[in-house]
């Protein structure tokens, strides 16, 4: 052992206690000492030593003019900026409305169905139809019991979201620790089967134990009655919001087995991934490549993420739109003419589309488009706020492709902003506070034979503290009785 050990186990080696008339001895002198009046503390020079409270009294005495002209000047700037600020606050108030055109119809929370409500953080729920063989299929949400990471939630409605089943159990122990929104998709395959798919993300989180990770994926052959343990892709890409959109590609105007699946980074860099799998039905995503190259310092300077696409059914166009988190634009849109090869026309949405984690589905039966979107306009509250943002809540916007095909142009002139816009779960800036005034929207969409449901997330009473998923079943003939 070496000497620089020895001194280190000396140095820690505690003294054994002294026994017998020593201890003695010690105890009595250490009563002595404790029980002996305690001398007046003294300086160098004999002097009584002054206590730190003595000294502060003396201090403040000494002070007590300037403390109150300063405690005065003070409470004067901030009767002074009050007076300034919040008038022009008021006077410069933006509303969400003063941006929007369109006609809106406004559903009251009364009118929407309660998934969950808690008064713990849910959100980000995302939701898929399944045919099942029963009357009306099933509708199957999931949603995380965090934000974003958390336990993953199940719940199943086989009346198109009119009632949900409790929370679904026996779902896979990995389902436990999600890192991130989960997202749900039915593929249809060549061969008329299907397979439900769930992604999650594995993003870097700050101050948490999450590093960038790739992203999870799990799936289910039995209409979601069970469903696979998650299997790790493609680590350590920075996954957020994996998979944003999942579209099956064609060759030859024909279905393939193929899907592009997209992501993006903490740096705003939009991935693509080709989803395929083997003759043994496991899966294989390829390496994830920027899905737009062309517009890399677009996608940056705007913060382009959470992209939605959606087919134009007549003439194969893939039309993306993208949340733009910078809030410098308003929400984006691009188009792709070869299956999501190349992108072009990369511009702004009116304020009638601008917001986040847009959720398409084209309603065959009218031959309208509904998206839904957490509402976000990038202007000031006022001419005082500091944040470049506001919102009136949980969103959709109605229209036809022709009206997204407008924007393909370079002519501004032929932009058509829509039909008209559903409120579904309304804000509100003045009872609550500001993180749950903007909080709210994720949602999973479905369509089957015209009903649409959708389901949402938000802190939609008046104070702001519960936290609701809630579902909402209706036509567009429905809505358009309320205009």
Known sequence: MSDKENDLIREDTVAEPETGAAAAADNSEGAERDAAPSEPETATNGKKRKKPREKFSVWFKRNRKKI?????????????????????????????????????????????????????????????????????????????????????????????????????????????????????????????????????????????????????????????????????????????????????IKENGQYIDKWMGLFHDHSFNVYKTYLTFDEDGNADWSEPELLMPNYSEETQKYGMCEVEIVREPESDTLILISRAEKRVSRSLIAFSYDEGETWEGLKELPYELSGDRHKAEYDATTGKLLISFRQMIPVKRSAVSIYNRISGGWYAWVGTFDDLMTYADDDPLNDSKGEYLIELGRTDYFAKPYNAVIDNGYSGVVCVDGTYNVVGYGSFDKVGTTSYIISRTFTLADIEKLL
């Open 68 to 248: 109150t002209i300063s405690l005065i000047s003070v409470l004067s700037v901030g009767v002074l900026l009050a007076v300034i600020l919040v008038p022009t606050h008021f006077g410069t108030l933006n509303e969400p409305g003063d941006y929007i055109d369109l006609p809106v119809a406004h559903l009251s929370l009364d009118s929407a169905v309660t998934v969950e409500k808690s008064g713990s953080y849910i959100a980000h729920p995302d939701s898929v139809w399944v045919d099942d063989g029963s009357e009306q299929g099933k509708i199957i949400v999931m949603y995380p019991l965090g934000h974003g990471k958390g336990q993953i939630a199940m719940r199943v409605s086989d009346d198109m979201g009119l009632t949900w089943s409790d929370r679904v159990t026996g779902l896979p122990a990995s389902f436990a620790d999600s890192q991130e929104t989960p997202t749900l998709y039915n593929l249809h395959f060549t061969d008329g089967s299907e397979k439900l798919v769930m992604i999650s993300g594995c993003p870097y989180w700050v101050a948490t134990k999450y590093k960038a990770d790739g992203f999870n994926f799990s799936f289910s052959d039995d209409y979601g009655e069970t469903w696979s343990e998650f299997e790790k892709f493609h680590s350590p890409a920075d996954a957020i919001v994996a998979m944003s959109s999942l579209t099956q």
